[in-house]
């Protein structure tokens, strides 16, 4: 176990050290960062002493590290649409992002398990079949037009909801919340929806599928034997066991939820890192693209090996299979 | 002759027994025909030309559909902001979009193959390093990716150059973050399919690897790298639109249906619905009944599901 956790991490930073290089790359020769600085009335000697303050004169692999060192150190530079530290700028649009992304994720988690257990004991019941038909439909709608209908619908024909930004929020401390505050919170409800929907019909369907496999076996026969009722069959023994897959679909689809944000951002309006990266994009703003990257690489990384982790701990056959493989190439 | 003959013997095979039997996917096939035949012909036979300055009127802007009280039979499912029918602005669009999605995989399918067939059939070092870039390529949403691509590309390129190529820079991002796939089915077929006799006897009568891989290796991943192309074909067409929407895709003069929604959604407020709505539709047509397709060929050239 502690062999697997120290490999995992290695990977973990040598895919770090990876995306930080394509960072890097991106950083210095993308155009040219003397020029980016200093504009067009600098002369070539001042060019030339910038270059040297800044080390772009040393070699590859000492530049290289220095910015590692200062990513580490969370300096990424000023970027060059805002004039703004690109630090500062991320901090502020972060929580917008992680509230977003943390609604849609609850809103999948506590639709989408239900409706899964629902239409995989109700194999064959005329709601199942329903709930299965929408499903397919949220499976080949794109995002942004899962907003648009959205909009459509509950603020352009009935004008329930707000269709653009976040309402009003409260400060605590650097971390601004929607969470608290009426306005906040129903400005959440679209932008949620449509980018928990995918992930509801997946995990929907993940858990119908795994929920079907259960029932067949050999011990839920023998727990209806015993007499238990239903309740405690679906949901203290066969429920449990599909929690596994679960588990490591959602911490993977995390990932997606904080990428389809992007999305998401651009048709609501939401005032989020994905809204700044793409606007980044379109100016070219290198510093952002760069810091934007490496950040949400960090939480695919940290998601990743979370999820893994947790994999083992959650299931204690896993520990035991890999402990019997490893004793048979010895 | 030969050519009936090998018409009886397609019209004769299991997979067009089970294409007959699954009414769902004859009706998917003939949507996606149906779009290959609108967007394909679309210059001669759409309604209006749409990009010829001269036919447009912006007196005919923000008609409604055909079938509502203002709406007027030459325009079926109504006009634009700049008096453009939508039908044929939907053809041409789907056009584009049609032709991005198909060169995407084409390019992804090319690439992934034969990193694939390198990774499995050489081993080792190659391998690993190859299976390595896949992994951290993996870990990333596609989508991800490409807007990464196009944006590099958008600094690396001068601006009008960029508006010129942008089309082909969409193309190598999608493909770019889609040929992992590829890869690694094609890398699990080939190492089955390299110890296997006929490819041992190849190498002792001293055929060149290279050789190897494209004539005794390639014909059997061909079937896996179909299924995969055509779900592949539905995602590019959807990341496509995604990024056209963004307003990072394709430029503005040869707008896909992802620009098209994206322009209708600035009137969506104005009630100007149909705008949006009917590209949007296509859109969600053309995907479902490829990927149906894509779903069918799975099941059909998989034996074990039989």
Not at chain 1, 213 to 234: C, H, M, P, Q, W
Request: charged share 15%; hydrophobic share 55%.
């Amino acid at each position: 176990m502690a062999a697997y956790i120290v490999r995992r991490l290695l990977q973990a930073v040598l895919v770090m050290l990876t995306v930080g290089l394509i960072a890097f790359a991106m950083f210095n020769y993308v155009g040219d960062p003397v020029f980016n600085l200093v504009g067009q009335d600098a002369t070539a000697e001042d060019r030339e002493r910038i270059r040297v303050s800044l080390g772009l004169d040393r070699p590859f692999y000492v530049q290289y590290a220095r910015f590692i060192g200062n990513a580490v150190q969370g300096q990424f530079g000023t970027s060059y649409r805002v004039g703004m530290k690109v630090t500062t700028l991320l901090a502020e649009r972060l929580p917008a992002t992680l509230e977003l992304v943390f609604a849609a994720a609850v809103i999948s988690l506590f639709v989408g398990v239900p409706l899964g257990v629902y239409t995989g004991i109700h194999r064959y019941g005329l709601l199942s079949r329903a709930f299965l038909t929408f499903s397919l439909v949220g499976i080949s709608l794109p995002t942004f037009l899962i907003g648009i209908l959205l909009i459509l619908v509950f603020s352009v024909i009935l004008g329930w909801l707000p269709s653009f930004g976040r309402g009003q929020v409260v400060s605590l401390g650097w971390w601004s919340t929607g969470f608290l505050t009426k306005s906040g919170l129903r400005s959440l409800v679209l932008p949620a929806v449509t980018l928990g929907l995918f992930q509801t019909t997946l995990i929907m369907r993940l858990v119908r599928a795994e929920m079907l496999e259960v029932l067949r076996t050999d011990y839920i026969k023998f727990a209806r034997a015993r007499g238990l009722s239903e309740r405690t069959i679906n949901f203290g023994h066969a429920l449990k066991n599909t929690m596994v897959p679960v588990i490591t679909i959602m911490g993977l689809q995390i990932g997606g939820l904080i990428a389809f944000a992007i999305i998401t951002e651009t048709v609501f309006q939401w005032p989020g890192m994905g809204l700044l990266f793409l606007q980044a994009i379109q100016y070219a703003d290198i510093p952002v693209m760069s810091c934007y990257l490496i950040l949400v690489a960090l939480m695919f990384v940290l998601i990743n090996l979370a999820v893994d982790l947790l994999y083992y701990a959650v299931d204690p056959r896993l520990r035991a299979d890999r402990a019997a493989v490893a004793g048979r190439s010895v | 002759m030969a050519f009936a003959d090998t018409m009886r013997r397609a019209l004769d095979s299991d997979l067009f027994y089970s294409f007959r039997r699954s009414p769902v996917t004859v009706a998917a096939a003939v949507t996606a025909a149906l779009f290959l035949f609108a967007s394909g012909f679309a210059p001669w036979i759409a309604p209006h030309n749409t990009y010829e300055v001269v036919t447009l009127n912006l007196s005919n802007a923000f008609l409604p559909p055909a079938w509502t009280p203002s709406g007027r039979a030459e325009f079926l499912l109504g006009t634009d902001d700049q008096g453009r029918d939508v039908l044929s602005t939907i053809m041409l669009g789907a056009r584009v979009s049609m032709a991005v999605g198909f060169a995407a995989v084409l390019f992804a399918a090319a690439l992934g193959i034969t990193l694939g067939l390198v990774s499995g059939y050489v081993g080792g070092m190659v391998d690993a390093a190859i299976m390595r870039v896949a992994d951290v390529m993996l870990s990333f949403p596609a989508i991800l990716i490409a807007l990464l691509i196009d944006g590099v590309a958008r600094s690396v390129l001068p601006r009008d150059l960029h508006t010129k190529v942008s089309i082909y820079v969409l193309i190598v991002s999608i493909g770019l973050s889609t040929w992992v796939q590829y890869a690694r089915t094609v890398r699990a077929i080939t190492m089955v399919e390299k110890s296997k006799e006929y490819v041992q006897a190849a190498r002792v009568i001293g055929l060149h690897p290279a050789l190897i891989m494209l004539r005794h290796v390639l014909p059997n991943v061909l079937g896996p790298v179909l299924v995969i192309a055509t779900i592949g074909l539905a995602l590019a067409i959807l990341t496509e639109a995604t990024l056209s929407f963004l307003g990072v895709g394709v430029p503005p003069t040869q707008p896909s249906l992802g620009t098209l929604i994206r322009i209708g959604n600035n009137f969506l407020f104005s009630g100007e619905w149909w705008m949006t709505i009917f590209p949007g539709a296509a859109l969600v047509i053309l995907v479902l009944a490829v990927n149906l397709l894509g779903d069918w060929l799975r099941d059909a050239l998989n034996p074990k599901l039989r």
